[in-house]
């Protein structure tokens, strides 16, 4: 990846600079996902100020980056996605790895499909070590033809390079240590480096997630957070804001928090999960289901599934809406150690 400027280069104002790292922003990319009116609105900073800063950031790249290039460097860039196993390999061949890195994956579904459980298991996974995008694929195709790995060899794939951690912003109060426990097990983890390495809060209400949210980006770059999931990201504003009149109110905040999220996947290449709840819909298709959040949550992050239940254990996910796998769909079930191959 290029070289990353921080804000500190546009040579601004103190107040100003402290005004935009307070608000998370420590990268002059970071400023370019903002409208100055909404820029404003997160940093405290005038319209005109800020209108200034978006300026100067664009002028600086434009000295400092190339702003044309051939497709082929392009494709170079994509090529190098990362991934982190799910624990189930269908679900990572349907994903083409795993979890993707500097992407927000949201998991939608009804009660009881499988969300958290995808969730807790990917605490456990991101911890496991990396593989190449290589190593990857012929795991994947082994497993996909039937082929018995051969012992010794690890079948699941993490990103830990050394001194990782994980958040988890636990809304729904779901997570459970000594359910977790057996998922560390399965993947042979080290419990008690694990369990020191995951970071959880738990929100009392819609604005203390968002207060949460804010303070995110520092609590990812002091920890070197790989893995971040919020579960889940709409229950809570959809009870606080439940009247008609505050569903813009209630759009407004899930997109902030979501606008957040984007930006800590891509610049400090982490991995971002949040579940969201689904109301029943009556589409061409017959009864169907919905995600909630509605269409700014749809537009924010890069990989919308559905979960829904099978026969236990068993669940379908299939892609709704991705802004690069094409839609499909796999199998897999729910077990005492996360979700696994059904
Ligand atoms: N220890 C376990 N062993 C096997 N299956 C389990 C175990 N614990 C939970 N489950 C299954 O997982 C399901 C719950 O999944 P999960 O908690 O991930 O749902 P969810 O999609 O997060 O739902 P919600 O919207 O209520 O949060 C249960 O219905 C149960 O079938
Ligand atoms: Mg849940």
Same mark, same amino acid.
């Given at each position: 990846?290029?070289?990353?400027?921080?804000?500190?280069?546009?040579?601004?104002?103190?107040?100003?600079?402290?005004?935009?790292?307070?608000?998370?922003?420590?990268?002059? &990319?970071?400023?370019?996902?903002?409208?100055?009116?909404?820029?404003?609105? !997160?940093?405290?900073?005038?319209?005109?100020?800020?209108?200034?800063?978006?300026?100067?950031?664009?002028?600086?790249?434009?000295?400092?980056?190339?702003?044309?290039?051939?497709?082929?460097?392009?494709?170079?860039?994509?090529?190098?996605?990362? +991934?982190?196993? /799910?624990?189930?390999?269908?679900?990572?061949?349907? %994903?083409?790895?795993?979890?993707?890195?500097?992407? #927000?994956?949201?998991?939608?579904?009804?009660?009881?499909?499988? &969300?958290?459980?995808?969730? +807790?298991?990917?605490?456990?996974?991101?911890?496991?070590?990396?593989?190449?995008?290589?190593? *990857?694929?012929?795991?994947?195709?082994?497993?996909?033809?039937?082929?018995?790995?051969?012992?010794?060899?690890?079948?699941?794939?993490?990103?830990?390079?050394?001194?990782?951690?994980?958040?988890? !912003?636990?809304?729904?109060? /779901?997570?459970? #240590?000594?359910?977790?426990?057996?998922?560390? &097990?399965?993947?042979?983890?080290?419990?008690?480096?694990?369990?020191?390495? !995951?970071?959880?809060?738990?929100?009392?209400?819609?604005?203390?997630?968002?207060? *949460?949210?804010?303070?995110?980006?520092?609590?990812?770059?002091?920890?070197?957070?790989?893995?971040?999931?919020?579960?889940?990201?709409?229950?809570?504003?959809?009870?606080? +804001?439940?009247?008609?009149?505050?569903?813009?109110?209630?759009?407004?905040?899930?997109?902030?928090?979501?606008?957040?999220?984007?930006?800590?996947?891509?610049?400090?290449?982490?991995?971002?999960?949040?579940?969201?709840?689904?109301?029943?819909?009556?589409?061409?298709?017959?009864?169907?289901?919905?995600?909630?959040?509605?269409? #700014?949550?749809?537009?924010?992050?890069?990989?919308?599934?559905?979960?829904?239940?099978?026969?236990?254990?068993?669940?379908? #996910?299939?892609?709704?809406?991705?802004?690069? %796998?094409?839609?499909?769909?796999?199998?897999?079930?729910?077990?005492?150690?996360? !979700?696994?191959?059904?």
């Amino acid at each position: 990846m290029s070289k990353e400027y921080t804000v500190h280069e546009l040579k601004l104002q103190k107040q100003t600079l402290a005004a935009l790292e307070s608000a998370g922003i420590y990268y002059i &990319k970071d400023i370019l996902l903002y409208s100055p009116t909404r820029l404003a609105e !997160i940093t405290g900073l005038s319209k005109e100020t800020c209108e200034k800063i978006l300026d100067k950031a664009i002028e600086f790249l434009d000295q400092h980056r190339k702003r044309f290039m051939p497709i082929a460097e392009l494709e170079k860039t994509s090529e190098k996605k990362r +991934f982190m196993s /799910t624990g189930a390999h269908a679900l990572n061949r349907l %994903l083409q790895g795993g979890w993707c890195v500097g992407e #927000v994956t949201e998991l939608a579904g009804p009660y009881g499909s499988g &969300k958290s459980q995808a969730c +807790f298991t990917a605490l456990a996974t991101v911890f496991l070590p990396s593989m190449s995008q290589k190593e *990857i694929q012929e795991i994947l195709q082994e497993t996909e033809q039937g082929e018995a790995r051969k012992g010794n060899q690890k079948e699941h794939w993490g990103l830990n390079d050394g001194d990782i951690s994980a958040v988890i !912003i636990d809304s729904e109060r /779901t997570f459970s #240590v000594n359910r977790f426990k057996k998922i560390i &097990k399965r993947f042979n983890l080290d419990e008690k480096e694990v369990m020191k390495r !995951i970071i959880i809060s738990r929100p009392e209400n819609a604005w203390d997630q968002k207060r *949460i949210i804010e303070s995110l980006v520092s609590v990812v770059r002091e920890n070197n957070a790989k893995l971040v999931v919020v579960d889940s990201l709409t229950k809570l504003p959809r009870a606080d +804001f439940s009247g008609q009149g505050e569903l813009y109110a209630r759009q407004r905040l899930i997109l902030d928090m979501a606008e957040k999220l984007r930006r800590i996947a891509i610049n400090y290449e982490a991995v971002v999960l949040v579940t969201n709840q689904v109301v029943a819909s009556v589409g061409t298709i017959g009864l169907g289901f919905k995600p909630t959040g509605g269409h #700014v949550l749809g537009h924010t992050v890069d990989t919308r599934l559905l979960l829904v239940r099978a026969t236990d254990p068993y669940r379908r #996910v299939s892609i709704m809406d991705s802004s690069w %796998l094409p839609p499909g769909e796999c199998k897999i079930k729910i077990t005492d150690e996360g !979700i696994a191959d059904a």
